[in-house]
């Protein structure tokens, strides 16, 4: 095995050195910024995210639509939860997962998701993460109809649904189901990739980057037959965005 | 993966004659080609993306040697492991070792050109473990026992039916042919299962983030997703050079990434993970190895004349737009990559001496210098390693020429510099071309012009050349 | 993507660099492009010693053939001031943006290589810059289509503007090619060196053609123009290939006034 120091030195050598450097230019094509610029460019992108909140929200839903989100509008928290309740039925859910979204208990679904014939629950382990427990959430993912969230933010360029994993909010949520259901409030759509990645780099700067993301384009999609594009490979074959009205 | 590249003109010959393949191929234009334009076409700063994704990765293997450390400081940081393989030999048996430490059953592999340097699947296999491909291109190669074909699309030369042969068992010959959605409805059907009892999973890397030891995988299919997310240990496999700085410069590798790979604005996935699960997360991997491998990049980043080739971000995009690689297709090139970028790096990664085809077989039309999303001059390269198959400029084992080629090119210096023997040279040529003539064109020339003549009419040359009907003009002037 | 600085002035004389192939093969594309220029009032000087640029050898690996000739290049033309016009979008790029890697070893010839580069053009080039694509708007008749020739779109930046120059000729009907900016298979020595993938290219280039329909194919580079010629005749087709100089020559002959438009 080439250990690090070895395999490093070898590669400082090859770049016609004799010990590694710190870049100079550094700022010049990396996004090195200091802590207070990150945290600033962070802040710049959340006022603008709630200023432009309508004009995001519009067109979220139109990127979102043109990536492969069934979109719905929703005129107030009713018409929301009917939506959704509507999705149970159709398809014949018995099983509904969900996270612990602030913007699923805002719109209440429980009752309806229950009255559609379905059970609705969440996959926290409140603090309990033994190796059993994850193979239960995991066998529980796999078997569900459908996974609702909410969205830790959205991208309006792109249509994007974007989720930080944690406690209450299961990678498999938004995954592992046939369907998937993302629950948009206005104010938390991004303007753009640009954006998302000012506030990653300002979690990162802060200590507080998530474990993992991840970015949601539709649905789960190929093209490796024919180039023929067919949706719901490994992940959702369906995907809705409900987004919420401004109250 | 041992390569073939010494086979080259016997594959693209193959390539050429079999018309299901050539109409398959077709698609990488249609579909992936014009799909970039586009893209890039409705991308309002679309060039300045491009040169700051050239700034970025110059910068990074610039640096490489910082950035190798910082990366690993930081992966080290988030609880994962980083082990440094000199060659794929030892990052394959790395993994095996792992794979037989942690008494692991089932692994699921994700789309890794770098896992294809290693032979990595096919090694797994014959040590016990299931081993499944879990891209579909990927997993129809696999049942196929082939490797991929291009880039991104590693099953663009299969049709239906040769998918249907290999993933529905009950289907014969001259049987309606499923249609594709049928077809992937049939994998997802089988590999879930596979998804739900993995391990381990091996994927690589798209990006990997030096400051932060993230790594970002784009997906469309989800396969990503679940392999940072179902087995108890995810190894991630990347070729050195796969850095890039910041977070911040996620932004702009993924969106010139993507659109010159498919031309979406963005996968439907991108997923970003910092290392193993975090106490809080309800699932995810309980350990996360990171595997950076060198394999002859060394090689490339000591070449001042070929460096520039480790900022490819692997999209695919100068093979769409290449139309050599839309005729002889992905095989012919003989090792894991294909393509104007595979012509480059496949003869210094596996010996350029046995990969001499490679760098020759090029219009130097450019078009894949036009594609590359970070500007990598590819035929300024390719000429390189010509002249290094002619004349063996750096290192004489690698001169290829044939002592007649070094003889026609000498014989053509000579005549070259004096205008009399120039003059002469032509006037020979077209005495001795002219009876095998008609209407000034030759059906059939001597060689070295017979190879012009066995597909293409060859002009005959002029009975007075340009300087001696120009005569009345000026002569030479001070 | 003219990146001459040295020439502003619209020239009113400049020196013809033929190209070995238009010189020994194509001589008649050499006579056109003089009298293209002469029409437009620029005289034309002719280094009766030239030969060429050293692009064959160079592009098949065998520099040290390349460089006497192209050292032998430099040598002659920058002994003339003023433009140097090259009916060749190939030639000219290996002047420009070539010869620093030929000579990458000997800094001063590097340097006299740039500072003729830099007086070099291509001549649709040359034509479209100095006096617009509109300059030689003659006459003629017929059905014709454009192939861009790969050199010149992607290492000089000529791109649509001898299209204009087409479209701009009373009388002549222009039809896009499906395609035009794709390779037609030529390469130099690689047609002769891989001919079945050279003409496996140019099969899908000809398919094009035979479906626009056009009787003649027009292209600014004299390989290109056998290359397609070459493949169209041995399938029996009629369909013409020519030198876009050929074209706007013939326009200007056919044209009743012989007093440049602009």
Redesign the interface.
């Known amino acids: 095995m080439a250990d690090r120091a070895k395999f490093i030195a070898g590669v400082t050598a090859g770049l016609g050195r004799t010990e590694v450097l710190s870049p100079t230019s550094i700022t010049e094509t990396a996004g090195f910024e200091d802590a207070a610029t990150a945290k600033a460019n962070a802040v710049k992108a959340s006022i603008d995210a709630l200023e432009r909140s309508k004009d995001l929200a519009d067109q979220m839903a139109e990127e979102a639509a043109k990536a492969g989100w069934k979109v719905h509008r929703a005129s107030n928290s009713e018409d929301a939860v009917n939506y959704v309740a509507r999705i149970c039925i159709e398809k014949k859910a018995t099983s509904v997962l969900r996270s612990n979204h602030d913007a699923i208990d805002q719109i209440g679904v429980e009752a309806a998701i229950t009255n559609a014939g379905a059970t609705l629950e969440t996959t926290e382990h409140h603090g309990e993460n033994s190796q059993a427990q994850i193979e239960k959430s995991k066998s529980k993912a796999f078997s569900a109809d459908i996974g609702i969230t909410g969205v830790d933010y959205a991208i309006a360029e792109t249509g994007t649904v974007v989720l930080h994993p944690r406690s209450g909010l299961s990678r498999l949520v938004s995954l592992a189901p046939p369907t998937h259901i993302a629950v948009l409030r206005p104010g938390e759509v991004l303007d753009s990739l640009d954006e998302l990645f000012a506030m990653e780099r300002n979690d990162f700067m802060s200590g507080e980057l998530a474990g993992s993301m991840n970015l949601i384009s539709g649905p789960s999609k190929t093209a490796d037959i024919e180039g023929t594009t067919v949706t719901g490979i490994h992940g959702p074959l369906e995907v809705h965005l409900v987004i919420l009205a401004d109250e | 993966m041992k390569p073939l590249t010494v086979n080259f003109r016997s594959k693209a010959a193959l390539t050429l004659a079999d018309a299901q393949i050539q109409q398959s191929i077709e698609h990488v234009y249609t579909g992936f080609f014009k799909g970039r334009l586009t893209a890039a076409g409705e991308t309002p700063d679309w060039e300045n993306l491009r040169t700051k994704g050239k700034a970025i990765k110059d910068h990074t293997i610039a640096n490489l040697d910082y950035y190798l450390g910082l990366l690993t400081d930081n992966v080290e940081k988030n609880g994962g492991s980083v082990f440094f393989a000199d060659d794929a030999e030892e990052a394959r048996q790395h993994i095996l070792d792992l794979a037989h430490k942690l008494k692991i059953k089932t692994v699921i592999k994700s789309k890794s050109m770098v896992s294809e340097e290693m032979g990595l699947a096919e090694a797994m296999t014959d040590e016990g473990f299931e081993t499944v491909e879990t891209d579909l291109g990927e997993y129809i190669i696999q049942l196929a026992n082939e490797t991929p074909y291009h880039l991104i699309a590693p099953a663009v030369h299969k049709s239906r039916a040769d998918v249907a042969r290999l993933l529905d068992d009950d289907y014969k010959d001259g049987d309606r042919v499923p249609d594709a959605t049928e077809l992937t409805m049939m994998a997802r059907e089988k590999l879930r299962g596979v998804f739900e009892r993995a391990d381990m999973s091996v994927t690589g890397v798209n990006f990997a983030v030096a400051e932060s030891g993230s790594i970002a995988l784009v997906t469309n299919e989800g396969n990503g997703r679940m392999s940072t997310t179902v087995p108890r240990v995810h190894v991630a496999v990347m070729g050195m050079e796969k850095i890039v700085p910041s977070i911040q410069d996620l932004s702009t590798m993924l969106r010139i990434l993507i659109r010159s790979a498919t031309g979406q604005r963005i996968s439907t996935y991108v997923t970003m993970v910092n290392g193993k699960r975090k106490p809080d997360e309800e699932e995810g991997p309980e350990e996360f190895h990171l595997v950076i491998m060198n394999n002859g990049r060394q090689k490339l980043l000591e070449d001042p004349q070929l460096r520039e080739s480790l900022n490819c971000i692997r999209c695919g995009a100068c093979l769409n737009a290449c139309p050599v690689y839309r005729k002889v297709g992905g095989h012919a090139y003989g090792w894991v990559y294909p393509g104007p970028i595979g012509a480059i790096v496949t003869p210094v990664l596996t010996g350029l001496k046995d990969a001499d085809n490679l760098p020759s077989a090029s219009s130097l039309c450019g078009a894949c210098h036009d594609a590359c999303p970070v500007k990598i001059n590819i035929p300024r390269m390719l000429l390189e390693l010509r002249y290094r198959t002619a004349e063996g400029s750096t290192d004489k084992v690698e001169r290829t020429s044939s002592a007649k080629e070094r003889g026609i090119w000498k014989a053509w210096r000579m005549g070259m510099m004096g205008r009399k023997r120039f003059d002469i040279g032509s006037r020979i040529a077209s005495i001795a071309l002219k009876p095998l003539s008609r209407n000034g064109w030759l059906k059939k020339a001597p060689p070295p012009l017979s190879g012009w003549t066995s597909t293409r009419d060859f002009p005959v040359i002029a009975a007075s050349s340009l300087k001696s009907r120009l005569k009345k003009r000026s002569g030479d002037l001070k | 993507m003219l990146e001459n600085t040295t020439v502003i002035q619209r020239p009113d004389r400049v020196?013809l660099f033929?190209s070995?192939m238009?010189?020994?093969?194509?001589?008649?594309v050499?006579?056109n492009t003089?009298e293209v220029l002469e029409y437009l009032g620029v005289s034309?000087?002719?280094?009766?010693?030239?030969?060429?640029c050293?692009q064959?050898?160079?592009?098949?690996?065998?520099?040290?053939?390349?460089h006497?000739?192209a050292e032998?290049f430099i040598d002659l033309f920058e002994?003339?001031k003023g433009p140097i016009v090259v009916p060749s979008g190939s030639c000219a790029a290996m002047v420009r943006n070539?010869y620093g890697?030929l000579f990458r070893n000997d800094k001063e010839l590097a340097g006299r290589a740039k500072r003729v580069g830099d007086r070099l053009f291509e001549l649709t080039e040359f034509l479209s810059h100095f006096f617009g694509t509109d300059a030689i708007a003659g006459k003629s008749d017929g059905y014709a289509t454009y192939h861009k020739c790969?050199?010149l779109?992607?290492?000089i930046g000529v791109d649509e503007q001898p299209i204009e120059m087409l479209v701009n000729i009373e009388g002549l009907e222009f039809s896009p090619l499906e395609r035009a900016?794709?390779?037609c298979?030529?390469?130099?020595a690689?047609?002769?060196?891989?001919?079945?993938?050279?003409?496996?290219?140019?099969d899908?280039k000809l398919d094009f053609i035979e479906a626009n329909g056009s009787s003649t194919v027009v292209a600014a580079d004299t390989g290109c123009v056998?290359?397609m010629?070459?493949?169209l005749?041995?399938r029996g087709s009629d369909v013409q290939v020519v030198h876009i100089a050929q074209v706007l020559a013939e326009s200007i002959r056919n044209r009743s006034t012989s007093e440049p438009k602009r």
Not at chain 3, 22 to 28: I, M, R, T
Not at chain 3, 44 to 52: G, S
Not at chain 3, 185 to 188: D, K, L, S, Y
Not at chain 3, 190 to 202: E, G, H, R
């Open positions: 020196t033929a070995c238009v010189d020994q093969l194509a001589p008649n050499g006579e003089v034309v000087d002719f280094l009766n010693d030239q030969t060429c050293g064959p050898a160079f592009n098949s690996g065998f520099r040290s053939e390349a006497p000739v032998r002994k003339v070539y890697d790969c050199h779109l992607r290492e900016d794709v390779c298979g030529f390469g130099g690689f047609s002769v060196k891989m001919p079945d993938i050279s003409s496996a290219i140019l899908e056998y290359q010629q070459g493949g005749r041995r």
